[in-house]
């Protein structure tokens, strides 16, 4: 039986050849097929430092007066935050993400499975302050770590910690900001 007999491939199933890399789309131009604002919002959700027009335009692929005029309305419905001091630059509002988050919650969950999710995620909390005798994670030494706990356990033990409490601070914004619950 011949092996390379195209009559018993099955549909779907990978070629024997391997993919030609120069047919491949670059991720530039895979960026290029979406529209100018959602390029731009891309970037600006990368952004962690303020940043000039002129970079937020060149990581977007468009021109800068198109990403002014974007990132203008970007700043009008709170998504950045602009600086005029020398030369234009925008950087994310934390602020802006932070609300969407406590929105997305509540609209998603009622006021008891919050309190619930709360409660539960409080819990968790004490234990980890209890285990490394310590209020977050930020204060616990490496050097104080149980001998039986490697530094790589160690690391996700505190980063599991970390984001519990960022759980916490947006499970108890939903909480605290919903008029509707009952006391």
């Avoid at 390029?39 to 430092?49: A, I, S």
């Avoid at 600086?83 to 932070?98: C, G, I, L, P, V």
């Avoid at 234990?127 to 616990?140: C, I, K, L, N, S």
Wanted: glycine share 2%; proline share 4%.
């Amino acid at each position: 039986m011949d092996d390379s007999d195209d009559s018993t491939e099955r549909a779907g199933s990978p070629s024997a050849e391997p993919p030609d890399v120069a047919e491949l789309e670059s991720p530039a131009e895979v960026l290029n097929d979406h529209p100018i604002r959602a390029r731009l919002f891309d970037v600006v959700l990368q952004l962690r430092e303020p940043t000039q027009v002129a970079v937020i335009a060149d990581r977007a692929n468009c021109d800068t007066e198109t990403a002014r005029d974007y990132l203008d309305w970007f700043e009008f419905l709170g998504i950045v935050t602009g600086s005029r001091d020398h030369a234009t630059q925008y950087e994310r509002n934390d602020a802006y993400f932070q609300w969407r988050r406590v929105e997305q919650l509540r609209s998603t969950h009622s006021n008891e499975e919050i309190r619930e999710q709360l409660t539960n995620v409080r819990e968790q909390l004490e234990t980890h302050r209890e285990r490394f005798d310590v209020d977050g994670p930020a204060d616990v030494s490496l050097d104080q770590l149980d001998r039986d706990l490697t530094t790589e356990a160690a690391w996700e033990v505190l980063s599991e910690w970390k984001t519990l409490q960022q759980r916490a601070e947006l499970l108890d914004a939903a909480y605290a900001d919903d008029d509707t619950r009952s006391s």
